[in-house]
């Protein structure tokens, strides 16, 4: 059985590729208990370095890192926006330091990151090879990738998974979406004219799995279904998923007011990105469509 390593894996994300994970799959965590299930965990300080825990990452196949602080967890202070960042950093970090450490360093070291990465677009189709943006998101993801691929060597391939927004009824973003429709409010944010790329859970774990086991893959990889679509058009999607009426906009104006600049990097602004890396590579998606992707969710 293979070993895989995955820090942050006690978020939503983690949670759920462990339970995928046909593997041997430890865990670092802050907190000792943080993680329930069959993965083993050690604990660790993500400071910059490498600590006693970084011994957990010899004969590892794969080291996957999901840590850092939730961008959508609080109103964007300077604080929290420097939070953001160096939890990333430092996390990451530590990381490279304890791969170079090790005497059998892992093959594939999957390093997250976002579609932020490109900044707010309009409605141009955006690829891996697309340049960074310019605002605090961008910002961030530059600096996380870079310091991801420090870890790239003759033993060591590095993957950047820029994930879109990930669709799961029980985590993530979605469940934060449905009040509004339940109560028959619901309907598109801003002027729902801009692109919102999305994949299912299913799908991005998939797609974790295929870059852990393709051993041509590296850099950059989008982790976004291959047809995404308008705020507007994943609302009415969302309404029919739910037999609710979305016609309800959510104005721009009092988003901003309510959450600030995270308002608009989040929320009102997005990309048209595709998965071009990994359907050249042969990937093959479950839910290329939003209305199926949201059909199975609700159908569960």
Same mark, same amino acid.
């Given at each position: 059985?293979?070993?895989?390593?995955?820090?942050?894996?006690?978020?939503?994300?983690?949670?759920?590729?462990?339970?995928?994970?046909?593997?041997?799959?430890?865990?670092?965590?802050?907190?000792?208990?943080?993680?329930? /299930?069959?993965?083993?965990?050690?604990?660790?300080? &993500?400071?910059?370095? +490498? @600590? $006693?825990?970084?011994?957990?990452?010899? !004969?590892?196949?794969?080291?996957?890192?999901?840590?850092?602080?939730?961008?959508?967890?609080?109103?964007?202070?300077?604080?929290?926006?420097?939070?953001?960042?160096?939890?990333?950093?430092?996390?990451?970090?530590?990381?490279?330091?304890?791969?170079?450490?090790?005497?059998?360093?892992?093959?594939?070291?999957?390093?997250?990151?976002?579609?932020?990465?490109?900044?707010?677009?309009?409605?141009?189709?955006?690829?891996?090879?697309?340049?960074?943006?310019?605002?605090?998101?961008?910002?961030?993801?530059?600096?996380?990738?870079?310091?991801?691929?420090?870890?790239?060597?003759?033993?060591?391939?590095?993957?950047?998974?820029?994930?879109?927004?990930?669709?799961?009824? /029980?985590?993530?973003?979605?469940?934060?979406?449905? &009040?509004?429709?339940? +109560? @028959? $409010?619901?309907?598109?944010?801003?002027? !729902?004219?801009?692109?919102?790329?999305?994949?299912?859970?299913?799908?991005?774990?998939?797609?974790?799995?295929?870059?852990?086991?393709?051993?041509?893959?590296?850099?950059?990889?989008?982790?976004?279904?291959?047809?995404?679509?308008?705020?507007?058009?994943?609302?009415?999607?969302?309404?029919?998923?739910?037999?609710?009426?979305?016609?309800?906009?959510?104005?721009?104006?009092?988003?901003?007011?309510?959450?600030?600049?995270?308002?608009?990097?989040?929320?009102?602004?997005?990309?048209?990105?595709?998965?071009?890396?990994?359907?050249?590579?042969?990937?093959?998606?479950?839910?290329?469509?939003?209305?199926?992707?949201?059909?199975?969710?609700?159908?569960?």
């Amino acid at each position: 059985m293979s070993r895989v390593v995955i820090a942050g894996g006690s978020g939503f994300l983690g949670r759920s590729l462990i339970d995928a994970l046909d593997a041997d799959v430890v865990v670092l965590s802050r907190q000792s208990a943080a993680v329930a /299930g069959r993965a083993r965990v050690v604990q660790w300080t &993500p400071d910059g370095t +490498a @600590g $006693a825990w970084a011994s957990a990452l010899g !004969g590892a196949d794969a080291v996957i890192n999901l840590a850092g602080e939730s961008i959508a967890a609080r109103r964007w202070t300077m604080e929290q926006k420097k939070r953001i960042l160096d939890s990333r950093l430092q996390a990451t970090r530590s990381l490279v330091a304890a791969i170079g450490l090790a005497p059998s360093p892992p093959a594939v070291f999957i390093s997250g990151s976002a579609v932020g990465y490109y900044g707010p677009l309009g409605d141009e189709a955006v690829t891996e090879d697309h340049v960074p943006g310019q605002d605090f998101l961008a910002n961030v993801c530059v600096q996380w990738e870079a310091e991801a691929m420090r870890a790239a060597g003759s033993r060591t391939r590095v993957v950047c998974v820029r994930t879109g927004l990930v669709l799961e009824r /029980g985590g993530g973003a979605l469940p934060k979406m449905l &009040p509004p429709f339940w +109560a @028959g $409010a619901g309907g598109p944010v801003g002027s !729902g004219r801009q692109y919102w790329p999305w994949i299912h859970l299913r799908d991005w774990i998939g797609l974790v799995c295929f870059a852990i086991r393709t051993p041509t893959l590296s850099g950059p990889l989008n982790a976004s279904a291959p047809n995404p679509v308008t705020n507007r058009d994943f609302a009415r999607a969302l309404g029919r998923a739910l037999h609710r009426p979305a016609f309800m906009p959510a104005p721009a104006f009092a988003l901003k007011l309510l959450l600030g600049e995270m308002a608009g990097a989040l929320l009102l602004s997005g990309q048209r990105v595709v998965p071009a890396r990994a359907e050249r590579l042969g990937f093959t998606f479950a839910f290329k469509d939003v209305d199926s992707a949201l059909r199975s969710i609700f159908a569960q």
